[in-house]
């Protein structure tokens, strides 16, 4: 798999993106045994964190940096989105205060990193240093 690089799948090597992943398959062995009456709140919430890597990578996959900082901006709005739900579920003992933390922490770095990101990007666009080619 590793020989299908181009620039259209740069996004795979931002660590904000692996980490996105991450916390998405966390989320899932967490989430496995849920009782049926909140399949849908579950369901619900590990869309918003799965949307967390899709919008970095939706983002970094448009050419402009005006539209990559608005996918980026979408990803830290599921950030919350996702933050209120575990949250939720911590609270109603839904999930465990170990299961809390562990999402947590990583979530915490992934939505830092991606502060970070939108950050570095605002201050390249301020500057004029971005190119929408596709010649590096």
Same mark, same amino acid.
């Given at each position: 798999?590793?020989?299908?690089?181009?620039?259209?799948?740069?996004?795979?090597?931002?660590?904000?993106?692996?980490?996105?992943?991450?916390?998405?398959?966390?989320?899932?062995?967490?989430?496995?045994?849920?009782?049926?009456?909140?399949?849908?709140?579950?369901?619900?919430?590990?869309?918003?964190?799965?949307?967390?890597?899709?919008?970095?990578?939706?983002?970094?996959?448009?050419?402009?940096?005006?539209?990559? +900082?608005?996918? &980026?901006?979408? %990803? $830290?709005?599921?950030?919350?989105?996702?933050?209120?739900?575990?949250? !939720? /579920? #911590?609270?109603?003992?839904?999930?465990?205060?170990?299961?809390?933390?562990?999402?947590?922490?990583?979530?915490?770095?992934?939505?830092?990193? +991606?502060?970070? &990101?939108?950050? %570095? $990007?605002?201050?390249?666009?301020?500057?004029?240093?971005?190119?929408? !080619? /596709? #010649?590096?």
């Amino acid at each position: 798999m590793d020989d299908r690089r181009n620039i259209n799948r740069g996004f795979k090597k931002l660590r904000v993106w692996q980490d996105a992943v991450e916390l998405y398959v966390l989320t899932c062995e967490t989430f496995t045994e849920t009782p049926f009456e909140l399949k849908r709140t579950i369901s619900n919430s590990i869309d918003a964190c799965q949307s967390i890597s899709r919008n970095i990578a939706e983002g970094y996959c448009r050419r402009g940096i005006k539209e990559y +900082l608005n996918f &980026l901006n979408y %990803s $830290l709005a599921s950030c919350g989105e996702f933050h209120s739900s575990y949250y !939720s /579920f #911590n609270q109603a003992k839904q999930i465990t205060d170990e299961e809390f933390e562990l999402i947590d922490k990583l979530h915490y770095k992934v939505e830092n990193q +991606l502060i970070k &990101l939108i950050e %570095s $990007l605002q201050n390249k666009k301020s500057q004029d240093y971005w190119s929408d !080619s /596709f #010649n590096i």
